[in-house]
Structures are given as C-alpha cells and as structure tokens.
C-alpha cells in the first residue's frame, strides 16, 4: 500500500476542487495512482470534480498574426498578470508569431534562434528579462499553411482561436467565437481522441455499475453516456452559442462553409503556477474551528 501524503492530497484537491477527506479516501482506494484518484472523484462527485482543472494560474498572452492562407497562433508566458499588459513584452510576442507565420521554425528553440531587430530571439527574450525582471519564455505555438483560408479570434489576449476554412468569412468568425466560449477537444465525434474516449469509458462503467441494473442495461447505459459526450466536445454536433436551435454543423451548410480544422490555446493551459502550502491550509481550518466553537 502506497503512502498518501498530504502533498499528494493537496495535489489531487487543487486538480479536482473536492473535499480533503474525499481527496484522501481516494488515493487511498487508488494506492497512490493520481489519475486512477482522480477517475474515483469523478465517479463519486460527478461533474465537481472538473471544475478547479479548467482554472488557469500561468499568466502571459496569445498572438495570433495571418496574412493570406499563412498564419501562426503563439503563446507566450510570464511571471504577472501585470506584466502581461506591459508595451515590451506585448510587441515582443507580436514579433515573435509574425516570425513563425513568416519563417516556419520548427520548434520554440528554432524560434529563439532567429534574428529580431539585429539579434536572435533568445538574445531580445534575455534583454527583456533584465528590463522586466520576469522570466519569459514563447511556450508553444502553431503555424498555418496551405489552400484554407484562416481566421482568427482572440478573447482578450488570454484565449485564441484560428480556424481554417473555406466558404463564409462571417461564418468562419462565428466558429472561432464559438470554438472560445464551448472549447470542444475536437472537429468531429470520429476526431476524439482515443484517450480521452477511454477515460469517459472508465468512468461511465464504474457510474452505472453502480446503478445495480442487469448487465444488459449497464451496456446501454455505458454507450449513452460515450455517445452524449461525444457530441459535446465535437465542435460540428455542439449546440450553436449564437442560436440553441441548430447545431455547428447545421450553421455551417446553412452558410454554404466548411470547416477543415481550429486551434485554440488558452494561457497557462496544464501549467502549475504556484504550490499552495497543505499543512499551512489545514493548520488554518483547523485554527479557525477552534476559534468558532470557543
């Protein structure tokens, strides 16, 4: 039997926004396995247990730069929120995606490499970090090329969207809107990834075996709740934000366009911004009982 510290729980309730108790009962009955703790919360707590995943801590922006059929979405990040609204550091990413779109490096250390107003990436990266007094760095990005036409949205400068299309312009900007506010996980339900499917699974069996019906309904059961989600993270069978009464893909053959594809980046995505102390969080509920029953 694995040792579940209280590091380990911490972790699992910053992910998962449940209960310590429930946090520790889980990797307890998962042995240590945090995405198997993970899976058990879910199961037990439904939906809550998503909801402090999706918060973002990392700060820093997206640029997003097109010109024609070519384009580029970037990310990059930094220490602040305050510094992210800084002049600098806004037309350093500014130069460094309209470097992606226009010179194609292949990775972010390919990026760093290039020349920027006579010095490489990294070197005006570095000069700027003496200035600031932050760490930035580009974290990611995504080049567009070819025959489809591109558009773009940007929801402030933490989330960007670029949609590669043919047909409707004004359709297409909707999509990239929508893509934003619904962030589906992929095109069409055949494009969802096969992990994510066997998550969904797992979780699904494990909900109706507890249900205690026949093996038979359990399997219906099962295949609903895949189907059901499927069609909420597939952009093409997502219910419309601009209109509940068509779907993506009805929108879309309305306006005579295809969507061949989106990417959307969210700043600070997957990134741990800072660790909260546990024990301190525990020694000041525990503080705070005392003081309300003395």
Do not use: W
């Amino acid at each position: 039997m694995a040792a579940i510290t209280a590091a380990m729980v911490g972790e699992l309730r910053a992910k998962t926004d449940a209960p310590m108790m429930e946090c520790k009962k889980a990797l307890t009955e998962a042995d240590g396995d945090m995405a198997r703790a993970e899976e058990i919360l879910r199961v037990k707590l439904g939906s809550k247990a998503g909801k402090a995943a999706s918060r973002v801590t990392a700060e820093g922006i997206v640029a997003v730069s097109i010109n024609g059929t070519n384009g580029a979405l970037l990310e990059v990040n930094c220490e602040t929120d305050f510094v992210s609204k800084n002049d600098d550091f806004l037309a350093f990413a500014n130069d460094c995606v309209k470097l992606i779109a226009e010179k194609n490096p292949a990775d972010v250390a390919a990026l760093l490499a290039l020349p920027l107003n006579g010095q490489t990436v990294d070197e005006v990266r570095s000069a700027l970090i003496g200035k600031i007094g932050e760490n930035i760095m580009p974290r990611r990005f995504q080049r567009f090329s070819g025959n489809n036409k591109l558009v773009s949205y940007l929801h402030g400068t933490r989330i960007g969207v670029v949609v590669e299309f043919e047909g409707d312009e004004v359709a297409a900007k909707d999509v990239a809107m929508h893509v934003a506010a619904m962030k589906p996980v992929a095109l069409s339900t055949a494009d969802v990834p096969a992990e994510k499917i066997a998550v969904e699974r797992s979780v699904a069996v494990q909900k109706a075996a507890e249900s205690g019906k026949p093996p038979e309904i359990v399997e219906k059961m099962v295949e609903g709740s895949i189907q059901k989600y499927l069609k909420e993270v597939s952009l093409l069978n997502q219910t419309f934000v601009k209109n509940d009464k068509q779907t993506v893909e009805q929108m879309l053959k309305a306006a005579n366009t295809n969507v061949k594809g989106f990417t959307m980046f969210v700043v600070g995505e997957g990134i741990e911004k800072r660790q909260d102390d546990f024990a301190a969080e525990v020694a000041a509920q525990v503080a705070a009982a005392s003081k309300a029953t003395a």
